[in-house]
């Protein structure tokens, strides 16, 4: 397969000014949280999107992917939310919010190629967003922190294309490491990396991509936020991350019954094992963060109630093969299951979710196994 600069030569006929590639991520656990101001644990994987570009002086975007619609153009001058197509999107709101936070930045030509798994929940758009952030920064002269380009691009996904996500994802595609676990604070937005060396204690993680059609995602995830943001109204407190798990009884009272209820449930009890995996990871005690990983599971299955029937089998047969822990990683209502396993039972359990995909008529799962890698960068 031709590379970047190959690509973008073809499809633009001149070569690119530079290449950079960006992440996808994988959350260990605490999902639903960083929108909630709590903690969470990603993972950056292998798999990457890269953004090849070059810089053009009349004003105008060009964009090309591989994997995207298109091609698309348009202008920088008068770009707004809501004044290109929905295949643009991205890179537009990352350039948009440039201009909006007065860099200058001017016209582009970009090649995007994607190898990270497409609807899987693994945080393509804000691979996207960071990628064109940095591939524009980078050609017009300024060199943003790593933890504000996440910011820059957070701020693209909510104010531009309307999704109303947290920092996490974008944190885990500019700051995670090789070899690391980051932790994240998501109020404070400060960070540690953690040791997370599979292959030292003989554990791989399983990444089982359901394929599933994620359904109803858009507005079923801006409805858990609404929740969530009603429930820290009626509690007094600025976000759910203040409520800790000795207060959650005493919090639940004061809520009307029914989901809200849940929504917070997840919340607290999910930035506890957060913490509790973190105390795990730094004494070596890598094993028995697996029930974590099942609890959180069984709280975003039964609380948040943000899984569907292709993951769940996917859980319950990987833990049936012997997998240490397994939950959905990501939104939900889709997307991928992750499962802690021991080395020498990677094969058993890849088997096992592929045999129980087939015997409930459902679509072969894509299976892999993933290790931390390193954060965005510029390769050329």
């Known amino acids: 397969m031709n590379g970047p600069a190959a690509q973008f030569r073809q499809a633009f006929g001149r070569s690119p000014q530079g290449v950079w590639a960006a992440p996808g991520r994988i959350n260990l656990i605490g999902e639903h949280t960083d929108y909630n ?7 950056a994987l292998p798999h990457s999107l890269t953004v090849a570009a070059a810089r053009r002086d009349d004003g ?3 964009l090309h992917s591989r994997q995207f619609p298109g091609p698309h153009e348009f202008f920088l001058d008068g770009l ?19 201009l909006e936070e007065g860099h200058r930045v001017g016209g582009l030509d970009l090649l995007v190629d994607s190898t990270i798994p497409a609807g899987s ?14 591939a524009a920064t980078g050609l017009y002269g300024h060199e943003p922190a790593p933890e504000e380009v996440a910011r820059l691009a957070q701020r693209a996904e909510n104010d531009f294309v309307g999704v109303p996500c947290g920092i996490m994802d974008q944190s885990a595609v500019m700051l995670a490491e090789q070899g690391r676990a980051l932790f994240l604070d998501c109020r404070s937005l400060t960070t540690v990396s953690e040791p997370f060396d599979l292959a030292e204690q003989g554990m791989s993680l399983l990444v089982v991509d359901t394929r599933a059609p994620r359904r109803l995602v858009e507005g079923a995830y801006a409805d858990r936020r609404s929740s969530c943001e009603r429930a820290a109204r009626v509690l007094e407190v600025s976000a759910l991350r203040e409520v800790t798990g000795p207060e959650l009884d005493r919090a639940l009272q004061r809520l009307p019954e029914g989901s809200v209820r849940a929504r917070v449930r997840h919340v607290v009890t999910e930035n506890e094992r957060v913490l509790r995996a973190v105390e795990l990871l730094r004494a070596g005690r890598l094993r028995e963060v697996g029930p974590l ?3 959180s599971h069984v709280s975003l299955r039964e609380d948040y ?4 029937a292709e993951v769940d089998t996917a859980v319950e047969a990987a833990l049936s093969a012997g997998a240490l822990g397994a939950r959905i990683t990501g939104g939900g209502f889709g997307g991928c299951v992750i499962a802690l396993v021991d080395s020498e039972q990677v094969q058993v359990c890849t088997e096992a979710v592929r045999a129980a995909f087939a015997e409930r008529g459902f679509g072969a799962p894509e299976v892999f196994t993933a290790l931390p890698s390193a954060g965005a960068r ?3």
């Open 37 to 43: 101001g709590g903690f969470a644990l990603p993972i």
């Open 60 to 62: 105008k975007v060009r």
């Open 80 to 98: 707004a939310p809501g004044s290109v197509p929905e295949g643009a999107a991205y890179q537009a709101g990352a350039l948009w919010v440039l």
């Open 121 to 134: 929940g693994l945080s393509t758009s804000a691979a996207l967003c960071c990628a064109t952030v940095l």
């Open 293 to 295: 990983l099942t609890a």
């Open 305 to 308: 109630e943000v899984s569907v």
């Open 378 to 380: 510029r390769l050329s």
